[in-house]
């Protein structure tokens, strides 16, 4: 009798099987090379910083931070060979905000807010909730999202980074294995699903290797989302009393750990769902990752014509809508690659100041980090060569740098 062509023989898998034992393979692995990257505990740890970079950070010379050291002021660093000085990013906190006293202690409240940059909301500074998206992968949109949550880390403000993607690389970025480190519940779904196993965002969220940068980590749970929001818009009644539509949940969420953040970086997932108009409906500001290819550019079209649709019909239903900033980020650039170079400069023509001034620039420093689940902001200079190094950290620091101001320009603060 001939086979039909669903049926297998007894030695091969289905293709569930099979690609079910390759993940749990892949799984495994990965599982063996974190364990041998980060013994013994498995979790990642910020490397220390010299004296030099602790007082570029902070905004004061070398050898005022050396005074402070010798006064027994502020934390004291640690001594390496040759009486070199090396401060965590815990240390030069602690010393923002020691600075920072000293000077209100003299009513210098400009130099106070240098030192400390937290937002203050009693003077109307909002949460900053910024949406990293677009739905083509390989447009840098999760490593944008990553060294935009360390760069303003870095740079003093509270922040928490929300992995929205139920791929989870942002996670991954910060040292988690989701189908290992991560039970039901442990998501962002875990505080926007509508039934009554909903938990208490800050119970999700984690803290990181980063002082003053948070983690509500992502995993395949988030799909759920995708599938449960139908049945729940079909049955308004089984929804508890008061509870938001799905394009209000995510901020809804975000309000309860409000007093708490300066920044939330949102890095959405690759696709138009409802998680992601949710994630858009909470933002306060939005980058959209462009990739300077034709074929990129055209995907970017159709991403902003289905956006704008999508939108259009959440706010007619009530959602709210306010970007104070729209910006198009150019990734993964190679300055001298002539098509490119073109393609930018037509989006600029179009776009004028929409799109950012700073491109990311494609570097071999920033995937050779990746290879070890790290960014360009945990490596040491040391394990590149200077001029590669110092090309794409100039890059990354000019794309934060200009973020940074725009936020700031969004709190009134100015350039």
Partial sequence: MAMSPNMTTGAEPTADEAIASDARILSAQLKSMRERFFPPTARKVLRSFTSGEAARLIGVSDGYLRQLSLAGEGPQPETGPGGRRFYSLTDINALRAHLADQALAKGNRTKARAYRKWRDGASGEHLQVVAVTNFKGGSGKTTSAAHLAQYLALAGYRVLAVDLDPQASLSALFGYQPEIDLEGNDTLYGAIRYDDEARPLKDIIRKTYFDGLDLVPGNLELQEFEHVTPRALASRQTMAPGQPLFFARVHAALRTVEQDYDVVVLDCPPQLGYLTLSALCASTSVLVTVHPQML???????????????????????????????????????????PQAQIVGLMRSLFADRVLTSPMVKSTAVSDAGLTKETLYEVGRENFTRATYDRAMESMNAVNAEIEGLILQAWGRGT
């Fill in 296 to 338: 990129d550019v055209a995907s970017m079209n159709q991403f902003l014509f289905m956006t704008s649709d999508l939108l259009g019909v959440v706010r007619e239903a009530g959602g709210r809508l306010n970007f104070d900033f729209l910006r198009y980020l150019v990734t993964r650039f190679e300055p001298n690659d002539g």
